[in-house]
């Protein structure tokens, strides 16, 4: 059997992140987003963290990502294509000590955004980590999954079993296929994802190992919360699972970011939940409501006393559907 991806919370020797390169696909949140990307590359370089590989998009963007991070020695600018920056679900999944990486097919979320580049993102980040891909012929993102490091692993049927991914899944096709090749020994269902997640559910914004046995989760924040209802779902699943070694499932309650709209007030999915855990450091994506990112970050503290906790403003990138760790992308040590 393939060996269980490593947790995020394992030593990185590296980390990719996307860099917003189109503006015909940012508008005018394209310098915004650049502006917020730029805080969290900053943070992920600082002493003692990450290598981080900026992947830039286009070519006429590349000079200027060149310019912006000249100070930071712990950046490499890397020449790429991609429809957009969602690395966490276009490029591969590497494996223990990145000796080799996990490739999928890619669909564009279900055929809902079809992007040039993106179905070749798995491909050239493997060619520039000088890494091997085992691929997969089987539609597959990222942020579907969450990982123990010990092979269990955390998804949603709203998007695993969707009929617009891979048509005919049942639960037992898909623990077979992600037993094979990314080292599954168990699989932890969870319903449906945030409201108006154009991912269909991606678990990376609604619940996620922190810890062997321990998994964080939201908990309605503030009046009007779209998604209390899916929460609740989420603690009543979790408290009755156990994990690949037996261990009940342990909850970490952490706030939500409360109602986040877009410019017509539709709720947009706005989650804690996208934090990336960095080698020194967890970066907690924020949307305006500070308490509740402070609350969040002081859950994620007692967690990691070792890490810094470091919050950052995502505003601008959520409204291209996502936010820190759907744009990253993790090499373990």
Known sequence: MTTPVPAEWSPHRAMWVGWPSHGELWEDNLEPAQAEVEALVRALAGPGREQVKLMVGKAEALDAARDRFADVGAVEVVDGRFGDIWLRDTGPIFGAGSTRAAAFRFNGWGGKYDLEHDDTV????????????????????????????????????????????NTGWTEATAEAELAGALGARKVLWLGDGLFNDHTDGHVDNLARFVAPGVVAYPVAWGRGDPNDDVYAAVARALSEMTDAEGRKIRLLPLPSPGFVGDEDERPIPASHMNFLIANGAVIV??????????????????????????????IAILTGGGSFHCISQQEPA
Do not use: M
Request: proline letters at 5%.
């Open 285 to 314: 994506p924020t949307y305006g409501d500070d308490r509740a990112a402070k609350l969040a970050c002081e859950g994620l503290a007692t967690i990691y006393p070792d890490r810094e906790i470091i919050p950052l403003s995502s």
């Open 122 to 165: 798995a491909t050239q980040i493997g060619e520039a980590s000088g890494v091997p891909l085992d691929r997969n012929d089987f539609i597959l993102e990222g942020g579907a999954l969450d990982h123990d490091g010990e092979g269990t692993i955390l998804t949603t049927r709203q998007c695993l079993l969707n009929a617009n991914r």
